[in-house]
C-alpha cells in the first residue's frame, strides 16, 4: 500500500525561531512535491525534488529528499506570521503519469 | 498565461442527485488528474485524463466517473450523491509529452451535499 506520512500534523511556534516538517513515504519514488495550502484556498506548489540528494530554497524554505531513506524535510528557517499555512508533501509513484499520494497535512501556526 | 479553472466555485446538492464538475487546464498542458479533498485531510487521488481517456484511477466507485475533451479541459461526474462525498474537488493540470513535473492545482469546486 502507498502511505505518506507526515509529522508532526499540527505545529505551533514563535516567529524567528527554526523547524523541520518530515515526510516519510513507504515505496520508492523519485519524486516529491511540497505544496502550500491556506485556509479555504487551493494548493500552491512549492518544491518539487527529483532526484536523491535534492535540495531546494525558497526564501526561509528548504526542502531536501533522501530517496534511500525515503524521507524528504521541509525545513523553515526564522519564521514569519505569513508562513502559517498547512503544507502537503506528495510523492508520485507513475514516474509522472500517476496521481501524487498526499500526506495527511502539517497545520502549521506561527505566533508573534 | 492562464492558470487552471474550474466551475463552479460552490455547489451543493441533494442525496441521490447527480453533478457535473469542470476544469480548464493552464495553457500547454495535455493532462488533466481530479482529486477530493475532505475538511482536514490531504487530497486523494480520483483519476487521471490524458489524450481523452482515463489513464490512471484512484480508490474510487464507478459513481466517479470523468471525461476529457480535444481541447484538454476535463469535466468529472458524480452519480448518487452521498452526504460522504461532500468535499473540495481538485482538478491539477499538468504536461504529459517531455516529461511531466509539478501538477499545478485550481481553486476547487466546494460540494456540500444535504
Known amino acids: 500500500e502507498l502511505k505518506v506520512e507526515q509529522n508532526p500534523l499540527f505545529l505551533s511556534m514563535q516567529e524567528g525561531k527554526n523547524y523541520t516538517i518530515y515526510c516519510n513515504y513507504s515505496t520508492t519514488s523519485d519524486r516529491l512535491y511540497w505544496y502550500r495550502q491556506d485556509p479555504g484556498k487551493s494548493l500552491e506548489s512549492l518544491f518539487v525534488?527529483?532526484?536523491?540528494?535534492a535540495v531546494k530554497q525558497e526564501g526561509r524554505l528548504m526542502a531536501s529528499l533522501d530517496t534511500k531513506a525515503r524521507l524528504s524535510t521541509l525545513h523553515i528557517t526564522a519564521a514569519v506570521h505569513d508562513l502559517s499555512a498547512t503544507y502537503f508533501c506528495?510523492?508520485?509513484?507513475?514516474?509522472?503519469?500517476?496521481?501524487?499520494?498526499f500526506g495527511k497535512g502539517t497545520h502549521l501556526i506561527i505566533q508573534p | 498565461d492562464a492558470g487552471v479553472t474550474q466551475s463552479p466555485t460552490h455547489l451543493i446538492k441533494t442525496r441521490g442527485q447527480q453533478v457535473t464538475l469542470r476544469c480548464s487546464p493552464k495553457s500547454g498542458h495535455d493532462t488533466v488528474s481530479w482529486y477530493q479533498q475532505a475538511l482536514g485531510q490531504g487530497p486523494q487521488f480520483i483519476f487521471q485524463?490524458?489524450?481523452?481517456?482515463?489513464?490512471q484511477r484512484g480508490n474510487f466507485p464507478d459513481r466517479f466517473s470523468g471525461h476529457q475533451f480535444p481541447n484538454y479541459s476535463s469535466e468529472l461526474n458524480v452519480n448518487a450523491l452521498l452526504l460522504g462525498d461532500s468535499a473540495l474537488y481538485l482538478c491539477?493540470?499538468?504536461?504529459?509529452?517531455?516529461?511531466?513535473?509539478?501538477?499545478?492545482f485550481g481553486p476547487g469546486t466546494r460540494l456540500t451535499v444535504l
Open positions: 525534488l527529483l532526484s536523491n540528494g
Open positions: 491539477a493540470s499538468s504536461l504529459t509529452a517531455g516529461g511531466s513535473d509539478t501538477q499545478y
Open positions: 506528495a510523492v508520485d509513484y507513475g514516474g509522472g503519469a500517476d496521481g501524487l499520494t
Open positions: 485524463y490524458y489524450e481523452e481517456e482515463e489513464r
